[in-house]
């Protein structure tokens, strides 16, 4: 088999997405997910200008040979866009490879370890009353696991809080549905971590009288605090038995989670923005956390993500793949496979894709009680309906950024 072609496909229904699609000289066809939200176009030519023309030609097959060409061969290596792009390539391949063995990818991973697997959603609110039926939303929607944000009073729009008609981004989506906002330039949001850390824990203790002690009840702190802020929340939410604090501080410093882990038993999650096994290094060697972030689109790819999971069960670290909606249907899908067949899975975050992003990528991984699967589809189980995708012509969107209250630009 052969490579003859591949095509970067960029669209944008509800949010802004970016597909590889390898094919193959029997008709085959590979979807890999290449989206990096706010810096789409740099992935996309990336793969168009660099990576393209180097795969037609190639063995499809050769799916480890291929990643470690793209990777050491570039001989700049790492970062967000050369990451995602190789991401995509390993999706497309492990894609294609289903399709002639005729399998679902799970198999071809070493099959099933579990019937499904369990996500938490989203829940939010700015105030409790609303909070709380953003919960009871999610409970009846059959999450049994729920990540909970707040606004902190005497802030505006802040990152993960459901929106109001004043946060509603130019397009119109829901500011919880994808922070990004389509316009020219970034949304400025304020911050006060000390306003935040004061708040937070009461937000808590209300959630745990409304609805008991055993709902697995998640938070992300999104790399705002230093380290002994970081340690200061993870010891006072202990009470609230957190399934997990995430991204408590930004951790490009591994070191950072050292000081943290020292003061607090509440579990802890980072990694949605690493790129590699080398990031997760010393926080998995020193057991300083308990879940990886990582997302398959922005690690590499398939084959990558699973050196970590398997570097991290020797350790007790369980996954927790970044599952926003800016990962695709088909990023989604790949981790969903993978997820599936390794023993160490801990949990699946999942934000819905929107009605129009599903008749794009029409995907076989179906949410059902609480509970994601795959499907059975031979590969990944997603089609891109490429006539629906030219319907959603690219769109520039940027995340917001944050400032102190002194003009100070903080970590978003
Ligand atoms: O803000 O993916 O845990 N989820 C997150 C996400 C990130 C977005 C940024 O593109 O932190 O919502
Ligand atoms: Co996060």
């Known amino acids: 088999m052969r490579i003859v072609r591949a095509d970067v496909i960029v669209t944008s229904p509800s949010r802004n997405f970016v597909t590889l699609k390898i094919t193959a000289d029997d008709g085959v066809t590979g979807l890999g997910d290449a989206t990096l939200n706010g810096r789409e176009l740099a992935v996309a030519a990336y793969l168009r200008d660099h990576v393209v023309p180097l795969l037609v030609g190639k063995d499809p097959a050769r799916i480890e040979d291929t990643w470690q060409f793209l990777y050491r061969s570039a001989y700049w290596r790492r970062g967000p866009v050369t990451m995602a792009a190789i991401a995509a390539v390993d999706m497309a391949l492990w894609d294609i ?7 679902p990818l799970y198999q071809l991973l070493g099959g ?15 105030s409790l009353p609303e909070l709380f039926d953003s919960i009871r939303e999610h409970m009846a929607a059959g999450y049994t696991a729920i990540r909970v944000q707040t606004a902190i009073p005497g802030l505006g729009a802040v990152y993960g809080v459901a929106a109001s008609a004043a946060s509603a ?30 708040h937070v824990p009461t937000v808590f203790e209300a959630v745990r009288g409304e609805f008991g002690p055993e709902l697995p009840l998640l938070h992300d702190g999104h790399h705002r605090m230093t380290p002994i802020q970081a340690a200061r929340l993870g010891k ?8 997990w604090l995430e991204d408590c501080t930004p951790a490009e410093n591994q070191e950072a989670l050292r000081l943290v882990r020292q003061h607090t038993i509440t579990p802890l999650a980072i990694g949605e923005v690493f790129n590699t096994i080398w990031d997760f290094q010393t926080l998995i060697r020193e057991q300083l956390i308990d879940y990886v972030r990582a997302a398959v689109t ?5 084959s990558p993500l699973k050196k970590l999971v398997d570097y991290a069960a020797q350790y007790q670290v369980r996954s927790g793949f970044h599952g926003p909606t800016d990962i695709s249907p088909v990023g989604m899908a790949a981790q969903l496979h993978l ?10 975050e999942y934000m819905p894709p929107s009605a129009a992003a599903s008749a794009v990528f029409r995907h076989a991984f179906a949410f059902v009680g609480g ?7 031979p590969g990944l189980g997603v089609e891109l309906d490429e006539a629906a995708a030219g319907q959603y012509p690219y769109q520039q969107a940027y995340l917001p950024y944050a400032r ?9």
């Open 339 to 348: 997820g599936l067949a390794i023993h160490n899975f801990g949990i699946q």
């Open 404 to 412: 102190l209250r002194d003009g100070t630009v903080h970590d978003w």
């Open 97 to 103: 490879k289903g399709k002639v063995a005729n399998l």
């Open 112 to 126: 099933a370890c579990r019937t499904g697997l369990r996500a938490y959603g989203h829940a939010s609110g700015a």
């Open 371 to 377: 509970y994601l699967h795959p499907g059975d589809v």
């Open 236 to 243: 006072v939410l202990e009470p609230y038995d957190l399934f």
């Open 169 to 198: 981004g130019a397009g119109g989506e829901r500011y919880d549905y994808d922070p990004a906002q389509r316009g020219a330039q970034p949304a400025e949001e304020a911050w006060d971590t000390s306003a935040y850390l004061r």
């Open 298 to 302: 922005h690690f590499g790819g398939v």
